[in-house]
C-alpha cells in the first residue's frame, strides 16, 4: 500500500480547524501533524505521493446519507444509475451514498435488499450501505427487520404519504417501531399525512388545478407538521428513536423542537433545495415548475429562515440530498397538464457541499458545523462513524481538498449528474471541490476525473451512533 500526504492544508472536521498535514497509508489515515513539524518534514521524504493543499481545507468526504439512484418511481425510474450517481457525487465532494433499497409489496425486504446490492455491486465510484423502505410491515418483514439490522443495514424509512404506493397507517407504524425498539433500528419517516393529501389532489384537479404549483399546495405544510407530530408520538408510545427526513416547513421544525426539548431521541434532516429554492420555482412559467416537484414540496421563502435556525439549534441534524432526479424532456414531462403525474424527486447529490460551504460563505453556518450537518452527524446517524464523516488516525482516507476561494456557476452543462436540468441553473457559488480521495485512492485529481466504477464498496452500518 502507498504512502500520501497531504501538505499545506488547513484540516476542518466537526469538531476543530488545525493547520496540519495528513499521511494516509493502506486507504486509512495514519497520523496528522503540524505544518512543518519534524514529522510531517519527514513523511513527505518517504511518501509515494505528495498533494499540496496549501491554502485549501482538507475536509472528510461528504455523507450523503438520502439518494435514490435507479428508484422506480410513478412508471418511471430515477435517472442517475449507482455508476453514473455515484460519479456525480465523487465530483461533488461526497465519498459515501447511503441509498435506499425498496421491498415492494407482496415481496420480503431480502429480495429488495438484493435488487439494490445487484444494481449497486461493481458500479459504484465511492462507497455505499443501504437502508431499507418497508412497503408492507407484516408479521415476516417485521422478522426480517432484525437479520438487516445484524448484517447492516440498520434503518428502515416509512412513509405516512403515498396511499397504495409506499404508504403504511398508523398500526404498521407503530408495530415497526415497537420492533425497531427492540432490535436497534432506526426508523426513517417521510412525514406527510397522504390520505388528506389525496383528497386535496383530487379536489385540486377536478377544479382543473393542474399546475405544476398546485403540487406545493395541495401537499399542506400542516400536512406535514400534523404527520410529524403523529409520528412523534408514535415513537414515544413504542419507546424508538425517529428521523425524519427531508423537513421543509416550519411548523414541523417547531414539532421536532418540541420533542428534543423533552429530551426525545428525535431527528430531522433537510436538504439543500428547501434551504435554497422555493415555491416560487415551482411557480415559474410554462411547465418549468416541474423541474422543483418532490415530496416533501418546496415551500414559500420564509419557511427557509426557520430551517435554517433549525440547523444552527441543532432541532435539525443532517442535510442530505434526497436526490432523486428525473429528467425534465420525456420523465417531469409525463405530468403535463396533472401534476400528480410529475415524477417526485430533485437532481442534487454533486451540488450539496458547494451549497452549504455558500452558507458558510454567508455566514449562516460556521466551517465546522458544514462538516457535522454534511459528513460527521450523518456517519454517526447512520453507524457509520468514525470510519467515515471526520479526519483521524484510523479513519477511511475519504477526504477532499476543496477550494475555498475558486468560484464557479452551477449548471447542467457543466454537472455530471445524469440529468438534463440542474434545479441551481446559472447560481454562482464561491468554493470548489478540487481533489477527492476515497480509502487513499484519488477519484478526483485536480478537477479530473480518474475514479472507476467497482472502486466502491458495500459499508455495512452499525446502528445510530447519535443516540441520547
Ligand atoms: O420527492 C421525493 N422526495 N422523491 C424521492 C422519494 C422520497 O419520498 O424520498
Ligand atoms: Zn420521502
Ligand atoms: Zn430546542
Ligand atoms: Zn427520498
Known amino acids: 500500500m502507498s504512502l500520501t500526504v497531504i501538505r499545506g492544508g488547513l484540516v476542518i472536521t466537526a469538531a476543530e480547524e488545525t493547520p496540519a498535514d495528513v499521511l494516509i497509508d493502506g486507504g486509512r489515515v495514519a497520523a496528522l501533524a503540524a505544518h512543518g513539524s519534524e514529522i510531517a518534514s519527514g513523511w513527505s521524504g518517504s511518501a509515494d505521493r505528495v498533494i499540496d493543499a496549501t491554502g485549501k481545507y482538507v475536509i472528510p468526504g461528504g455523507v450523503d446519507t438520502h439518494t435514490h439512484m435507479e428508484l422506480p418511481f410513478g412508471g418511471t425510474f430515477a435517472s442517475d444509475t449507482f455508476e453514473t450517481g455515484t460519479r456525480a457525487a465523487a465530483w461533488g465532494g461526497t465519498t459515501t451514498i447511503v441509498d435506499f433499497a425498496v421491498q415492494t409489496a407482496g415481496n420480503s425486504l431480502r429480495a429488495g435488499l438484493d435488487a439494490w446490492h445487484a444494481k449497486a455491486d461493481g458500479a459504484c ?6 437502508h431499507m423502505i418497508m412497503s408492507d410491515v407484516n408479521e415476516d418483514t417485521l422478522k426480517e427487520m432484525d437479520g438487516l439490522v445484524d448484517e447492516g443495514v ?6 405516512m404519504a403515498y396511499p397504495g404506493v409506499f404508504y403504511s397507517d398508523d398500526g404498521r407504524i407503530l408495530r415497526a417501531m415497537q420492533r425497531s425498539a427492540g432490535n436497534g433500528g432506526l426508523i426513517m419517516m417521510h412525514a406527510e399525512n397522504g390520505i388528506a393529501i389525496d383528497v386535496l389532489v383530487e379536489q385540486a384537479l377536478a377544479e382543473g388545478r393542474t399546475d405544476p404549483r398546485h403540487h406545493g399546495e395541495v401537499r399542506h405544510a400542516l400536512l406535514e407538521a400534523e404527520a410529524t407530530h403523529r409520528a412523534i408520538q408514535l415513537a414515544r408510545v413504542a419507546g424508538a428513536p425517529l428521523y425524519v427526513v427531508h423537513v421543509s416547513a416550519r411548523e414541523a421544525v417547531a414539532e421536532l423542537a418540541q420533542a428534543r426539548d423533552l429530551g426525545l431521541n428525535v431527528f430531522g434532516e433537510t436538504c439543500p433545495q428547501y434551504l435554497f429554492l422555493s415555491a416560487d420555482n415551482l411557480a415559474e412559467p410554462g411547465f418549468e415548475g416541474a423541474k422543483y416537484v418532490c415530496s416533501t414540496p418546496l415551500r414559500p421563502r420564509e419557511h427557509q429562515e426557520f430551517l435554517w435556525r433549525g440547523l444552527r439549534t441543532n432541532d435539525l441534524q443532517v442535510v442530505s440530498t434526497d436526490h432523486c432526479p428525473f429528467c425534465f424532456t420525456g420523465q417531469k414531462e409525463l405530468g403535463r397538464g396533472d401534476f400528480s403525474k410529475i415524477p417526485n424527486g430533485l437532481p442534487g447529490v454533486e451540488d450539496r457541499m458547494d451549497l452549504l460551504h455558500q452558507a458558510v460563505v454567508e455566514g449562516r453556518i460556521s466551517r465546522r458545523r458544514w462538516i457535522e450537518i454534511a459528513c460527521a452527524t450523518p456517519a454517526r446517524m447512520f453507524g457509520l462513524y468514525p470510519r467515515k464523516g471526520t479526519i483521524a488516525p484510523g479513519a477511511d482516507a475519504d477526504i477532499v481538498i476543496y477550494n475555498p476561494d475558486a468560484g464557479h456557476v452551477i449548471s447542467a452543462e457543466t454537472h455530471h449528474m445524469n440529468v438534463d436540468y440542474s434545479a441551481y441553473e446559472g447560481r454562482t457559488v464561491t468554493g470548489r471541490v478540487e481533489t477527492v480521495l476515497s480509502r487513499g485512492e484519488l477519484v478526483i485529481d ?20 447519535y443516540l441520547i
Request: with cysteine; glycine share 12%.
Open 446 to 465: 485536480d478537477r479530473s476525473y480518474v475514479g472507476r466504477a467497482g472502486h466502491g464498496r458495500y459499508t455495512p452500518r452499525g446502528t445510530c451512533q
Open 154 to 159: 440498520t434503518s428502515f424509512k416509512l412513509f
Open 125 to 130: 465510484a465511492v462507497d455505499y450501505a443501504f
